[in-house]
């Protein structure tokens, strides 16, 4: 099974900086890998997900991820973050068999005005 | 746009009473979910359910855990006799297919005194 780790537990960062949020994950056989976010109060909702084909990969809300075989790492990146993008960021990964994600323990991204 | 329903959004049990969590996946997936995230903890893989019979489970879900698919729309999560340490928000989730993405639902948060 994979394991996933998120380095940061919580990312401070000013409206309009750009951010990083890190993900690493144990396994680079046959993975798939998931960007979720979790506004407060709500469920989680997908930001972008790696299956095959393009490492760089876009989702919702201006957010892209790279995934990097070699360095076992798919980082979430935005390039001008927003007040509304104040949330808890999960980091998922699956493997061909199961496809059942392995979650990280989630990194808070708190935007300051 | 269709979505993956819980209830209750939150419920306070005593220690040893039973609980049921109940949640409504999105009405063409077949395939189902329960995760749980203790507080400040990872999200963590309870249960996998498909085709009316568990598909896969984790070393959490031990005998005190039941999921039951009653009719055809809900998917339940049982815990017999509810510990202090089964405290955590607990979310369901499906999916259409094997390899796509997991829908969530906003989670019942369960307390146990």
């Known amino acids: 099974a994979q394991s996933v780790t998120q380095l940061d537990s919580q990312v401070p960062v000013f409206e309009e900086a750009p951010v990083e949020l890190r993900c690493n994950y144990s396994?680079?056989?046959?993975?798939?890998l998931f960007w979720y976010v979790q506004y407060p109060n709500q469920g989680l909702q997908l930001l972008l997900k790696?299956?095959?084909?393009?490492?760089l990969v876009k989702g919702i809300n201006g957010f892209e991820a790279e995934f990097n075989k070699s360095q076992t790492s798919f980082h979430l990146r935005k390039p001008s973050v927003h007040i509304s993008d104040t949330a808890e960021y999960f980091c998922?990964?699956?493997?061909?068999?199961?496809?059942?994600?392995?979650f990280g323990r989630g990194t808070s991204l708190i935007v300051h005005p | 746009e269709p979505e993956v329903t819980q209830t209750p959004s939150h419920q306070v049990t005593q220690m040893g009473q039973e609980v049921i969590l109940r949640c409504v996946p999105i009405?063409?997936?077949?395939?189902f979910y329960w995760y749980r995230q203790i507080l400040g903890q990872k999200v963590e893989f309870l249960v996998s359910?498909?085709?009316?019979?568990?598909?896969?489970k984790s070393e959490i879900f031990d005998d005190q855990f039941s999921v039951e698919r009653p009719d055809g729309s809900n998917f339940t999560l049982k815990i017999r006799s509810t510990k202090l340490e089964d405290s955590a928000m607990y979310f369901c989730?499906?999916?259409?297919?094997?390899?796509?993405?997991?829908?969530f639902g906003e989670g019942s948060r369960l307390t146990v005194l």
């Open positions: 396994s680079s056989v046959s993975v798939y």
């Open positions: 359910f498909y085709n009316n019979e568990i598909s896969e």
């Open positions: 998922a990964a699956s493997n061909g068999g199961s496809y059942i994600p392995t």
């Open positions: 790696y299956l095959s084909g393009s490492t």
């Open positions: 989730a499906s999916k259409r297919e094997n390899t796509g993405e997991l829908f």
């Open positions: 009405s063409n997936h077949l395939y």
